[in-house]
């Protein structure tokens, strides 16, 4: 289970899946490099930032992980998170935050909750991400339209006001390249899909704003150079204190982190027809996160986009990966200082495709005409998202999509008394096949007896107008029970013995129940004889109760039934 995936995969090893290898390791390596200068300056830090995280988490996560394919980065779902962490708790808040994530990332995968991690409704992961999206695009409007402003506000809101106070301020050259990018990267694949479109276009932008000598703010004129070598790591400080504060960030990380990277193994799985390792895949992702921390980078995960491109170009192993983190180091120490000269109206036009791919609008469209429960879960998180906070947004879409799901378990849940069923319905005959006594009552549950529906149960009881001789309690159709329906068990069982009725739970099948029931010491209560397998059996044990019968000493209920069934 905690085996990393490289080790499988490199049994049968040779140099024709080398060469593929090759090829997509260094293809997705290009489409990486623009993508992780973007993704770290739209997060509010410097671009080199987002070239530490890509070489050292995407090395570890690819040597360490739990899918053949998966590639590792900086991504565009973390914008918002890291943006956040930096405004109040500045850098070191946010190295701080996601070395802590990543130790929780950890504990995640050791605790074996890879395979919970993917049961997140889909309605949610929806949301939040067309909510990043939406986010995205508004950061880039200042340097898509060339605004001649300040520092744009953090409240949505307030970004879109001063947008509109400063439209009057675009520039005609900043306009010309932002769109450039998006049109180069939009139609390029229809030309070639060995060389990714972004990279073009921040090539042939590049070139034509140095030639034509326009006037547009580049990487190097608001941060300066990129340095052209890794930093010194660094181990992080942590007190008491630090946890207190960072704790929910960090945690938000870590989900976000375990959701997209699971997600993203769960989408190459289904195109190679592979099977990846969750809970190691977790333990990388914690791993990977804890040294780009070190390293001074932001937080990582699982990228889809780029492991799709890596499927697309042959890539089968782990070893694609470690190219593709190599070649955006070997990038880093020769050619890092020309990256300054890129074009901050180029990196807007990438990340504005970003978001474009990242709202999936189809799919948001798709779940607005589903089921209600599924577009309350949709809007809620992202309308949180937007306007108030991702790690709010994630929290209370995971309450409301828990009780939207209690709410309907609760509807699939029934108690019904068969005798008022037969006599009301057209199946008259069961009644008189089954030869139910006249003081024996016969209710049948079903769906799960837990703590949302075990009211419905103690309801149905109340209309029960004289006590019966014996009451018998089908419970064929129960699949899970909880502390709160064995505790209405046992009143009503309670109930029925200060009546003088006799208790009778009929196809207890299930043996979660049964082991439930046997701890709470209700099967001893109740009695072995008045536990039965089948209706018939009960059927048979409310007679012998009736005619004052001996406890079925000696007696099985085969006996029984063949008794006084016949």
């Not at 830090?45 to 590639?71: C, D, H, N, W």
């Amino acid at each position: 289970m905690f085996k990393p995936k490289i080790f499988d995969t490199l049994k049968n090893y040779n140099r024709q899946q080398f060469g593929k290898d090759l090829m997509a390791g260094l293809i997705v390596g290009l489409v990486a490099l623009p993508l992780a200068i973007a993704f770290a300056i739209a997060s509010g830090v410097s671009p080199e930032k987002g070239l530490y995280t890509a070489v050292i988490a995407g090395f570890i996560i690819s040597a360490m992980g739990g899918s053949r394919v998966q590639i590792g980065g900086p991504t565009g779902a973390f914008i918002v998170i890291v943006y956040g962490i930096v405004q109040i708790h500045g850098i070191n808040g946010l190295i701080i935050a996601t070395f802590m994530a990543g130790i929780i990332l950890i504990l995640m995968g050791l605790a074996r909750l890879g395979s919970v991690i993917k049961f997140i409704p889909y309605s949610l992961i929806i949301g939040f991400t067309g909510g990043i999206a939406l986010i995205i695009f508004s950061s880039e409007v200042k340097d898509l339209f060339g605004l001649k402003m300040g520092a744009v506000p953090a409240d949505f809101t307030d970004k879109w006001k001063s947008y509109i106070l400063y439209f009057h301020t675009t520039q005609l050259s900043t306009i010309l390249i932002g769109a450039s990018t998006i049109a180069i990267i939009t139609f390029w694949p229809k030309i070639t899909r060995k060389v990714p479109g972004s990279l073009i276009a921040i090539l042939i932008t590049t070139i034509a704003m140095q030639w034509l000598h326009l006037p547009i703010e580049t990487i190097g004129s608001r941060f300066g150079g990129i340095p052209s070598s890794l930093p010194k790591p660094v181990i992080p400080h942590i007190d008491f204190a630090t946890i207190k504060n960072l704790i929910q960030p960090a945690f938000t990380i870590a989900l976000l982190g375990g959701i997209e990277s699971l997600l993203s193994a769960v989408v190459s799985d289904g195109m190679i027809g592979g099977n990846h390792k969750s809970n190691m895949e977790l333990v990388a992702q914690g791993t990977a996160n804890i040294f780009s921390s070190i390293f001074g980078g932001i937080p990582a995960t699982g990228a889809i986009a780029r492991t799709a491109t890596n499927v697309k170009n042959g890539g089968r192993t782990p070893v694609a990966g470690i190219i593709h983190a190599i070649t955006l180091l070997l990038i880093l120490l020769f050619f890092g200082k020309w990256a300054s000269l890129i074009p901050m109206a180029t990196l807007a036009g990438v990340l504005v495709v970003v978001a474009y791919n990242m709202s999936e609008w189809r799919h948001f469209l798709s779940v607005l005409k589903g089921p209600r429960s599924d577009t309350a879960i949709l809007l809620t998180t992202f309308l949180l998202t937007v306007f108030i906070d991702l790690t709010v947004a994630i929290e209370i879409g995971m309450i409301l999509a828990a009780f939207l799901f209690m709410r309907n378990m609760i509807k699939s849940s029934d108690v019904s008394s068969m005798k008022k069923e037969f006599e009301n319905g057209d199946d008259k005959d069961l009644l008189e096949n089954y030869n139910i006594p006249q003081n024996v009552e016969v209710f049948e549950i079903t769906g799960p007896l837990f703590f949302g529906a075990a009211y419905k149960f103690k309801e149905a009881m109340k209309f029960i107008e004289n006590p019966p001789k014996v009451l018998i309690i089908r419970m064929r159709n129960v699949p899970i029970i909880d502390a709160t329906g064995i505790k209405t068990l046992k009143e009503v069982y309670k109930e029925s013995a200060q009546k003088g009725t006799e208790f009778i739970l009929s196809e207890v099948h299930s043996q979660q129940i049964v082991k439930e029931l046997k701890e709470a010491r209700l099967l001893f209560s109740i009695g072995k004889a008045n536990v039965t397998h089948t209706f018939q059996e009960a059927i048979a044990r409310s007679k012998a109760i009736i005619n004052d019968l001996p406890q079925t000493q000696g007696i099985s209920h085969k006996n029984l039934y063949e008794k006084y069934i016949s």
